[in-house]
């Protein structure tokens, strides 16, 4: 069986830097950050006061009111973003069979506003005070449900679930189903809103949130040796894969061809990763193989790159192993050092990441590595964005429990 090939035909956008993706890349080459001290949850008796939150964010300037009490925040953003993917691929105006169009989207979290805010409803004041849009708005399939529904598409259509592997492994989903002829076309990638109290105060708990909430603009440092944590954030990104030639029958511009994809398990420990990198190694190593490319060719890696202590030298260690020598001349930057950490959102903005790298041969930079790490010793571009061509990349996502996924995106050429 020939495998059909599989590009990006639409790109979009919601997070801390801006509401599109075009503001986002901008604001990224830029260096600026999108932390700042939490302004929509009461930080007082918690270790972690500050976040990459979307401020200023007005449901009214994207819905009616009414369909807004029906939505949770993460659907709200993964509506936001899919509208922007949708109408930059401009399938809306081409021919397309419905029928052939899924919707595969990750969500770590999923409805946690909504699990909250029901939550204190049922405890205050008891069970018929609970809203009868409480399960619907919550559950993390609902999102992908209402992209469906918004715009008639009837194909394929659910969520992957791996804490913050979960938008990779939407989109390795997405291009096997548009591989194997499944669809013709996918929107893909993942939502998350989960800057409230019971979250933040959740990852406090286990001591994952950076404490340094005198200097939230540098408190994302990921690879720097003072590093103390990640920084929440929230958001959503959304992109359009579709089939190549039912893109060149439509005359579609194309912005990267996705090559491959791999997946593995650490089989190790509930949060921490094995410090050898072993399961991320393994998931590098697979998805090389599956877009039959070597290590050499590979120019540019996206890293996981959360600020944790743990996470960074262990990605870094399975970079090292896979790469070999080439490792020291890959380019590898972190989006996670100006947009914290939007969980199941992650990989769909680091996916675009990489997309704009391909396109512009500009490399956005790692910022706040200011005190290199003995066991963090690549090239993370630090502090400032570089020229580099880049024809072949990877992005790395690594999740609790051990879930580890990377996608092989590539230049199109034709």
């Not at 809203?131 to 009837?154: H, T």
């Not at 190593?285 to 039959?292: F, K, P, V, Y």
């Not at 680091?350 to 997309?355: L, R």
């Amino acid at each position: 069986m020939n495998k059909k090939r599989v590009v990006i035909t639409g790109m979009g956008a919601i997070n801390a830097l801006a509401d599109n993706t075009k503001g986002t890349w901008e604001r990224l080459v830029r260096g600026e950050s999108g932390i700042e001290l939490v302004s929509k949850v009461d930080t007082t008796d918690l270790t972690s006061k500050i976040a990459a939150e979307i401020k200023g964010y007005d449901p009214r300037n994207y819905f009616e009111p009414k369909a807004a009490k029906k939505l949770d925040l993460y659907t709200q953003y993964a509506l936001i973003a899919g509208k922007e993917a949708m109408e930059h691929s401009q399938i809306l105006k081409s021919s397309y069979d419905p029928n052939r169009f899924g919707v595969i989207l990750g969500a770590g979290i999923g409805g946690i506003l909504t699990f909250e805010e029901e939550s204190y409803k049922m405890f205050k004041a008891g069970p018929r005070r609970i809203s009868p849009f409480f399960i619907p708005k919550m559950i993390s399939n609902i999102a992908a449900a209402q992209l469906s529904i918004d715009y008639g598409l009837k194909g394929i259509n659910y969520t992957c679930v791996s804490a913050c592997a979960s938008a990779n492994h939407a989109m390795g989903a997405a291009f096997r189903a548009i591989q194997y002829g499944d669809v013709d076309l996918v929107i893909t990638c993942g939502s998350e809103a989960a800057v409230t109290p019971l979250a933040i105060g959740g990852f406090c708990a286990m001591r994952a949130l950076s404490t340094r909430n005198d200097e939230p603009h540098r408190a994302s440092r990921p690879f720097d040796k003072e590093r103390d944590g990640f920084i929440m954030g929230e958001g959503a990104a959304l992109l359009v894969f579709e089939d190549l030639e039912h893109a060149r029958k439509r005359d579609a511009e194309i912005f990267a061809e996705v090559v491959g994809f791999g997946a593995s398990s650490d089989a190790y420990h509930i949060t921490a990763p094995e410090e050898n990198g072993a399961g991320t190694s393994l998931a590098i190593r697979n998805a090389l193989h599956d877009a039959a490319i070597t290590p050499e060719e590979v120019d540019f890696v996206s890293a996981h790159g959360t600020s944790t202590p743990l996470n960074d030298k262990t990605e870094t260690a399975a970079i090292k192993t896979v790469f070999g020598e080439h490792a020291y001349k890959l380019k590898i930057n972190s989006t996670k050092s100006m947009l914290g950490h939007t969980l199941g959102a992650a990989a769909g903005i680091e996916a675009i990441s990489c997309i704009m790298s391909l396109r512009t041969g500009v490399i956005h930079p790692t910022i706040n590595y200011e005190n290199p790490d003995p066991d963090c010793d690549l090239d993370y571009v630090p502090n400032k964005t570089i020229n580099h061509p880049v024809n072949i990349a990877i992005s790395n996502s690594l999740g609790f429990g051990g879930h580890n996924s990377v996608l092989v995106l590539k230049k199109f050429t034709g």
